[in-house]
């Protein structure tokens, strides 16, 4: 399994090596942007897609199929192991995602079950099993999950959140309550990355898109330990590389002094060589991953080529080395043509 991963250019890229060819592949490349995802989910919700493996494999094959893609991850969605915590997981037009019974209280904390991820989680591994049949041996097969505080936040909220006010209050009036919360979804995080990469994800990746979403110190104290935890523990268990993503992360890469991570995914509002330099100041020698707009992928294709291009430019110096990808997940509008460009311009 390990020389087989060797092989594979994001694999090579992510621990620091030269890679055979410059790996790409796209945050949320699966979904609606796509008609043939929009086909498959005209008949089915979306909770159901995740929990059919041979739903799952097919649409995480779907970007595969049009692109040249250096990865694959798993169709599912960071809130998947809340079901197997006891929320019901819903999904409403237009809406986004919402939880049933938000955990507010030492008491919900403790009613949530400790789950157990090959159990109740095993349909991921079945979806992954499944997919990586018929991946190319060069693509590598990327597991996920959300990291503790921004599945937590969904938790405490029960939906999506701009001033996130249950979950400060729980900062700032109740800590112990956050503190276990963060706890008990983290142990079952481990467990659940660990089933994945027993089931043949190649690499993993931790989801933070709320990092940005607290003060840098509160970020240090509350957050990035049980986070970094998960991080080197699967990291040491299973021995892939592992990637971060602490979105609105700008000024979250100051706080990642001893982070495990092989690679940091940083979003589009930083500068690549920015971001390269102050993880170097903590201490990090880490592969980038990133970083283009979503939005840019409107740009007509001269401009969407020029991005690109100087994209290129800008990695080259800015870490050990790079993987290609969006600063953030693409969204329903991208035009599906954009990422042909791309990835054109990239391989040139
Ligand atoms: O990248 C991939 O192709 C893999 C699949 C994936 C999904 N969600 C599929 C999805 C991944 C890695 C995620 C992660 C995820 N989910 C995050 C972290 C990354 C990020 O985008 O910040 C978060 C915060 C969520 C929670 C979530 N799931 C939200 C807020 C929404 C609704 C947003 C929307 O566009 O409606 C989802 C739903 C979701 N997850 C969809 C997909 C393809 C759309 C579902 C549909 O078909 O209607």
Not at 95 to 110: C, F, I, Q, W, Y
Not at 114 to 136: P, Q
Not at 245 to 263: H, I, K, N, T, W
Not at 275 to 291: P, S
């Amino acid at each position: 399994m390990t020389s087989e991963r060797s092989k594979k250019p994001l694999i090579q890229a992510a621990r620091g090596e030269e890679p055979d060819r410059w790996p790409v592949w796209f945050m949320r490349q699966a979904g609606r942007y796509l008609p043939e995802y929009r086909a498959v989910r005209a008949d089915v919700d979306f909770v159901t897609m995740c929990r059919r493996p041979d739903l799952a494999a097919e649409v995480t094959w779907q970007p595969l199929r049009r692109y040249d893609l250096d990865a694959s991850i798993i169709f599912s969605d960071i809130l998947i192991p809340c079901t197997a915590m006891g929320q019901e997981l819903t999904f409403d037009k237009g809406h986004g995602p919402k939880l049933s019974a938000p955990v507010r209280t030492m008491a919900d904390v403790k009613s949530l079950k400790r789950a157990d991820a090959n159990k109740d989680l095993g349909y991921v591994g079945d979806a992954i099993s499944l997919t990586k049949t018929k991946l190319k041996p060069a693509q590598a097969m990327i597991g996920f999950a959300g990291a503790p505080f921004t599945v937590a936040s969904y938790m405490i909220e029960g939906q999506g959140s701009k001033e996130f006010t249950e979950v400060k209050k729980l900062i700032f009036c109740d800590r112990p309550v956050i503190t276990a919360l963060l706890e008990k979804i983290s142990e079952v995080t481990v467990d659940y990355l660990l089933m994945q990469v027993k089931a043949g994800a190649d690499a993993l990746m931790l989801f933070d898109t709320w990092a940005g979403q607290v003060s840098p110190a509160i970020y240090k104290e509350l957050i990035f330990p049980s986070t970094n935890q998960i991080l080197a523990q699967v990291k040491r268990a299973s021995g892939v590389p592992v990637i971060y993503f602490p979105g609105q992360g700008s000024d979250r890469m100051y706080e990642l002094s001893g982070c495990a991570a092989d690679v940091i995914s940083v979003d589009w509002r930083t500068r690549l060589s920015n971001a390269g330099k102050i993880l170097k100041g903590v201490g990090l020698d880490v592969t980038l991953q990133g970083n283009l707009d979503p939005q840019a992928l409107l740009a007509p294709e001269e401009e969407l080529r020029s991005l690109v291009r100087a994209m290129k430019e800008e990695a080259k110096s800015a870490a050990r080395a790079h993987i290609f990808n969006v600063g953030h997940g693409l969204l329903p509008h991208t035009p599906p043509e954009s990422l042909s460009i791309v990835i054109d311009e990239l391989r040139k």
